[in-house]
């Protein structure tokens, strides 16, 4: 199947920092891509969805102006936490799919990022 | 608002036995119904289910969907311990961007 990279796998940082967070398709042009979040023991919460080469689309509750997602090609996608806190300590996972999001979504192996 | 909801939430059974994980789901203009199996990291793909009555099968799992009482189920034969994972159930609806609603996953602990 399809791969997907995410890097990095695991990050600390302290609060007030803004950490950024790459996806990349390794073996296909991924025209969309998704970026969740998922807390301990919970699921897989959809943040938005990124098109390449337009603005991503935000989830009712996702603060765009704080979660900053950049689609710039074909093959990668960043989310960038801006001035990060506490309960911004998550598990977030991409995904990439290709034609246009009909196909089957392929998962990157998820970043744990754990602020101070 | 699209709704997955899973069942049980948690398992417990020993080695060689089957189990049987339930998803129900309400959305708007159905495409699709995916099972995932996510152990420490991201999910991985098992099934993608488009149509009723049509049972996948992948070595012991294999799963089958209802579109008309909206549920599917994936069982699992003769578990072994590397079964041990979060099983996620996920919809997809149609649209430009399919999106993904998942369930809560159900956890599965199989004893040796």
């Known amino acids: 199947g399809a791969v997907v990279s995410q890097h990095p796998s695991r990050v600390i940082c302290k609060s007030g920092t803004s950490v950024k967070i790459e996806c990349r398709s390794l073996d296909f042009q991924a025209t969309t891509m998704f970026w969740y979040r998922q807390f301990p023991k919970q699921s897989l919460m959809l943040m938005a969805t990124s098109n390449e080469g337009s603005k991503a689309t935000y989830e009712q509750g996702v603060e765009k102006d704080k979660f900053l997602i950049n689609h710039a090609s074909l093959t990668l996608s960043t989310l960038t936490v801006t001035s990060a806190h506490p309960e911004d300590s998550s598990f977030y996972i991409c995904?990439?799919?290709?034609?246009?999001?009909?196909?089957?979504?392929?998962f990157g192996p998820g970043t744990r990022l754990t602020v101070l | 608002e699209d709704k997955v909801v899973q069942s049980p939430l948690s398992l417990v059974v020993h080695e060689g036995d089957t189990v049987t994980l339930n998803c129900s789901y309400e959305v708007t203009n159905f495409r699709s119904l995916l099972w995932y199996k996510q152990e420490k990291k991201a999910p991985t793909f098992l099934f993608m289910l488009?149509?009723?009555?049509i049972e996948k099968k992948s070595g012991r799992l294999s799963s089958i969907l209802d579109k008309k009482e909206l549920f599917s189920i994936l069982n699992i034969t003769a578990t072994q311990t590397g079964d041990s994972a979060i099983y996620l159930c996920a919809v997809e609806a149609t649209g430009a961007n399919s999106k993904l609603t998942f369930g809560k996953g159900i956890t599965l602990s199989v004893r040796p």
């Open positions: 995904s990439a799919t290709s034609r246009g999001g009909r196909d089957t979504q392929y």
């Open positions: 488009t149509s009723s009555g």
